[in-house]
């Protein structure tokens, strides 16, 4: 059973075209949740981290939202270097020292001029 | 740049070769792992090393045999691997709980 699923898969957007991308959890005892973008070819780039429901972090036109059971990652305005594949991952508690993650598939983002 | 590099960034090899990827981190990280991204799959954890230690291994295949000389140091021995195999390995570090990724070996195997 997943545990962390995100949602759409894939979203096409106008640019300009607001909209927001889902990533919902079933882990027990979160320790963090983490928004990360990947571009083709590389590696994860770090974009956030919300520890607590209620939190809210934000970065030019991302901002990032979390619940009890899901988070959200909101898109304002976007513009075309906003396409990427957005990951998200959750963190549970661990042995000490340990910090790993459960990484969802993805939603790949396409943003068109 | 993130402080994580890999080498080499793309590598072909046959199923009855031996190869290693390796990894290193600019960060003053105490941790490392090793990744594997498929299409359509999400990132699984392979292994895990905090101060030189294993403390993970994700019931990875033997032909898989990481190594961990120092904390800025990572390697990831390959030998008979299977085309299933064939894949992005990432490598990233973290010193708390946010993990910073190198930029991936793309491997296929024939």
């Known amino acids: 059973e997943d545990q962390v699923t995100q949602s759409p898969e894939a979203l096409r957007l106008q640019e300009g075209e607001s909209s927001s991308l889902n990533c919902s959890y079933t882990v027990s005892g979160l320790r963090g949740l983490f928004w990360y973008r990947q571009d083709p070819g590389k590696g994860p780039e770090f974009l956030f981290t919300l520890y607590s429901a209620g939190e809210e972090k934000e970065k030019e036109r991302l901002k990032a939202t979390l619940t009890k059971k899901e988070s959200f990652l909101h898109i304002t305005a976007p513009k075309p270097e906003d396409s990427a594949t957005y990951l998200c991952?959750?963190?549970?508690?661990?042995?000490?020292?340990?910090?790993?993650?459960?990484f969802g598939k993805g939603t790949k983002l396409s943003v068109i001029p | 740049e993130t402080g994580v590099t890999q080498t080499p960034r793309h590598l072909v090899m046959g199923m009855t070769n031996k190869k290693s990827l390796k990894c290193e981190q600019h960060?003053?990280?105490?941790?490392m792992y090793w990744y594997k991204q498929s299409a359509k799959k999400p990132l699984e954890l392979m292994f895990v090393y905090n101060f030189k230690e294993q403390t993970e291994n994700n019931s990875v295949p033997s032909r898989f045999s990481p190594e961990c000389p120092n904390s800025s140091h990572l390697f990831l021995h390959l030998h008979t691997l299977q085309p299933e195999d064939s894949a992005l390995y990432l490598c990233?570090?973290?010193?708390?709980?946010?993990?910073?990724f190198g930029p991936g070996t793309r491997l296929l195997v024939l």
């Open positions: 990233a570090s973290s010193q708390a709980d946010t993990q910073y």
């Open positions: 991952a959750v963190q549970e508690p661990k042995g000490a020292g340990s910090y790993q993650l459960t």
């Open positions: 960060l003053g990280h105490n941790a």
